[in-house]
């Protein structure tokens, strides 16, 4: 019989075969497809046999034949996965999952709820002294530094800590005459040297204390008038200073300023009293809260970035005046329906989300999505607060083993292995991959290398069976078996090669007990059960050859068949091939 090869399905076409099963909005039925076959299913009555495609849930027929829409078999509709009918008059399709298939592909489900959030505006700032902690002291006479406290950066003080003495002419003048106003008990006199002696800069504690004293002070003493540290200082023991001369500077590092440079286009978005999240490169796990203080009126022309100022704590001193930070604002802060932003699935430029109906049933909603913060996304559309929605497992479809999972859950709409009908030809291919199974025990068993070419016969039934069978049980079969043998051909150890025969007849052994079992018994074909490892093999009949191990064979019985598909297999075994078939090596087992 003269076949035409053909390429197997790609990953690609099976994910939207999937995505399309799980489409929100039904697509229109294309040009000629009766308009009765789903007006039919408003009035069907509960119980009533119902026929759909399994690639447009959306066309329900009465009776079985093929799909108006892209000529596939119409499959029995499953009573506990209708389709919802929503207000709009739009069908979706429910998913129902079992409950222990949801915890193995590990569903979270979590509410839509209203937060309030905004969006978010990133930038980054540089530490800076906070001014308004900052204390300088210049000498404003000339004179002589004497018993100098403080002699380095860094020095720590305290407020009312002596910072040093200084001794000037003007200052022993202005005190004499002072005194002499005191002791004349004029108000308006005493209050006038008393503020020149400020204007030479001695301070009040210095003044109470020559009121207490009643004599010129020869060294006038200086305070500190915060705590804080030593930030500059200009002076030395016995030094001579002048009129003017910056004599230190105090800073408290308690707080400090944090200057953000913010993109012109987002400066109107931020205003004082806008929040923002800080942290830190240098500083892992460090994160902290603060608001705006003032937004700066002016543009820098060459970076086109204008400055905001934000006060942090600083009380352990760790944030220090030069470092960076990144800076977070949340800007148009207001009350908006959100989900997790990890439960928003994109397909062909849409955004959906999967609702949970409760009882294990799904259903994918469209949405429309807005402003990002954080974890929460902003969604608008088919979903309301309060409804509940899967956070993760809906992501399983974007991996090869998750498509095969998302097949899985799907099987019910295949046509069962029971009642595939294969013809002589057909099943004689199909034995190819049988007998590459017996080829692998061989190998193993005999002790020599297994040659690939000898397995690409059985790797083409794939794609000979695949147009065909794609939409049947038989598919999955295929395609487990054909990954099992191409393992197996790249197979460079004899464990490598036991795992690819332990993968290859887990993937025949549903063919081969309950699509055709009358068959591989007639064949004399043995199906054993290593409990030790818990892998099976093939082999003729005879001894049993554990290529495994040293552990006992188990002989699994091959079950009675239906009656009808015993028919059906008889039927099939006694039509005539329109040219010879292809020879399986199962009885002979030759290569």
């Not at 005046?321 to 604002?329: E, S």
């Not at 790249?490 to 309950?514: I, M």
């Not at 199906?527 to 495994?548: I, T």
């Not at 009675?560 to 199962?586: C, G, K, L, V, Y």
Request: hydrophobic share 40%; charged share 25%; proline share 6%.
């Amino acid at each position: 019989m003269k076949m035409t090869q053909s390429v197997a399905m790609p990953a690609s076409a099976i994910l939207a075969a999937v995505l399309t099963l799980i489409s929100l909005t039904v697509p229109a039925p294309a040009a000629g497809a009766p308009a009765q076959s789903i007006a039919k299913q408003d009035g069907a009555q509960k119980g009533d046999v119902k026929w759909t495609c399994p690639m447009h849930l959306h066309y329900i027929a009465d009776d079985f034949g093929t799909c108006p829409i892209c000529g596939m078999d119409l499959v029995k509709v499953d009573p506990g996965a209708g389709a919802a009918v929503p207000a709009d008059g739009a069908q979706r399709t429910t998913i129902v999952i079992a409950p222990e298939t949801m915890q193995t592909m590990g569903v979270r489900i979590a509410k839509a709820e209203k937060s309030n959030f905004g969006r978010i505006v990133r930038s980054y700032g540089r530490i800076a002294e906070n001014e308004r902690l900052q204390t300088e002291m210049s000498a404003r006479t000339e004179g002589w530094i004497e018993d100098l406290k403080i002699r380095a950066v860094g020095d720590q003080v305290k407020e009312g800590d002596l910072l040093f003495s200084m001794y000037a002419p003007e200052f022993i003048v202005s005190q004499r005459d002072y005194l002499d106003a005191l002791k004349g008990n004029s108000r308006q006199r005493i209050q006038s040297i008393k503020t020149r002696l400020k204007a030479f800069g001695m301070q009040e504690r210095a003044i109470e204390e020559l009121e207490k004293r009643r004599e010129e002070l020869e060294f006038v003493p200086f305070y500190a008038d915060r705590d804080g540290t030593v930030a500059m200082i200009e002076l030395r023991p016995g030094s001579y200073v002048n009129r003017g001369t910056m004599l230190t500077r105090i800073q408290d590092y308690s707080q400090v300023w944090l200057m953000v440079s913010v993109s012109e286009k987002d400066l109107s978005f931020i205003a004082p009293g806008t929040a923002a999240r800080v942290t830190f490169p240098n500083i892992p796990g460090r994160e902290v809260f603060a608001k705006v203080e003032y937004v700066y009126p002016t543009v820098d022309a060459k970076t086109r970035t204008g400055q905001v100022r934000l006060v942090l704590e600083n009380a352990d001193g760790q944030l220090r005046p030069g470092a960076f930070a990144d800076v977070a604002f949340e800007v148009g802060a207001e009350m908006r329906l959100a989900v997790p932003s990890e439960a928003i699935l994109n397909s062909g430029g849409a955004r959906y989300v999967v609702a949970s109906l409760g009882g294990g049933r799904f259903e994918p909603r469209a949405v429309s999505t807005g402003v990002t913060a954080g974890p929460w996304t902003e969604i608008s559309g088919e979903i309301e607060a309060g409804d509940d929605i899967v956070v993760s497992g809906q992501f399983l479809i974007d991996s090869e083993s998750a498509l095969r999972e998302s097949f899985r859950k799907l099987e019910r709409l295949q046509l069962p292995l029971a009642l595939i009908k294969l013809d002589a030809t057909q099943l004689a291919m199909l034995d190819h991959m049988v007998d590459a199974a017996l080829y692998l025990h061989e190998a193993l068993i005999d002790g020599y290398e297994v040659e690939p070419k000898f397995l690409e016969p059985a790797l083409e039934i794939k794609a000979l069976l695949w147009p065909k069978f794609q939409h049947t049980q038989l598919a999955f079969v295929l395609e487990d078996a054909a990954k099992a043998i191409e393992k197996a051909k790249s197979a460079q150890t004899d464990s490598e090669t036991r795992a690819a025969l332990a993968e290859l007849v887990d993937a025949l052994e549903p063919w081969l007990r309950e699509g055709a079992p009358r068959h591989y018994a007639e064949k004399k074909l043995l199906l054993l059960h290593d409990a030790e490892s818990d892998r099976k093999w093939l082999q003729m009949a005879g001894k049993p050859a554990n290529p495994y191990g040293d552990g006992a064979a188990e002989a699994m019985p091959w079950p009675e068949p239906r009656p009808e598909n015993a028919e059906s297999a008889a039927a099939s075994a006694a039509t005539p091939a329109a040219d010879p078939a292809p020879q399986p090596a199962i009885p002979g087992h030759q290569h």
